[in-house]
T-cell receptor
């Protein structure tokens, strides 16, 4: 079983819909990262969080350490949000990030 | 600021050929990383450098070598390319290292025939 699981693998929605992408992990962590990979391949860090909630524009990320679960929400989704969203965790005892396989999001106009 | 730059963007090699992927960052970051991304899989760490002068193996180091030439530059070398090394390679950097935001280069798409 992978240490980091994302769901869904693929998500197609209409413009304006509220989007939720989930990330569950099975190891102790010091931080969790959300990243966005554009259709052209470029990767951008969105959030790094170790507790609670962070908001940036229409993006909100939450984490529940006890439940080992994080969610990424997009409000008022737009076609330009179409991308692969990747969750990665930083293990407590290890320097390296463990990466989820990503969620491919398509927002239709 | 250019951020993290990588060269080349695309490369085709024949089995057994060697090549070096170049990476440079202008953000004065201490830590640098090399990842590979294969279809349907998450990013996998090949090597990382926590600071100038140090390098460590990641999850999939076999078949690769790295050099942290100075604080700015971190290169990845394939001594004898194999078809299994066909992948997209990303370089990244972070200011402090542990649990810090990583900034990614645009990637190098490598095909080994």
């Amino acid at each position: 079983k992978n240490e980091v699981e994302q769901s869904p693998q693929n998500l197609t929605a209409q413009e304006g819909e509220f989007i939720t992408i989930n990330c569950s992990y099975s190891v102790g962590i010091s931080a969790l990262h959300w990243l966005q990979q554009h259709p052209g391949g470029g990767i951008v860090s969105l959030f790094m969080l170790s507790s609670g909630k962070k908001k940036h524009g229409r993006l909100i990320a939450t984490i529940n350490i006890q439940e080992k679960h994080s969610s990424l929400h997009i409000t008022a989704s737009h076609p330009r949000d179409s991308a692969v969203y990747i969750c990665a965790v930083q293990k407590d005892s290890n320097y390296q990030l463990i990466w989820g396989a990503g969620t491919k999001l398509i927002i239709k106009p | 600021n250019a951020g993290v730059t990588q060269t080349p963007k695309f490369q085709v090699l024949k089995t057994g050929q060697s090549m070096t992927l170049q990476c440079a960052q202008d953000m004065n970051h201490n830590s640098m990383y090399w990842y590979r991304q294969d279809p349907g899989m998450g990013l996998r760490l090949i090597y990382y450098s926590a600071s100038e002068g140090t390098t460590d193996k990641g999850e999939v180091p076999n078949g690769y070598n790295v050099s942290r030439l100075n604080k700015r530059e971190f290169s990845l070398r394939l001594e004898s390319a194999a078809p299994s090394q066909t992948s997209v390679y990303f370089c990244a950097s972070s200011e402090k290292g542990r649990a810090d935001t990583q900034y990614f280069g645009p990637g190098t798409r490598l095909t080994v025939l």
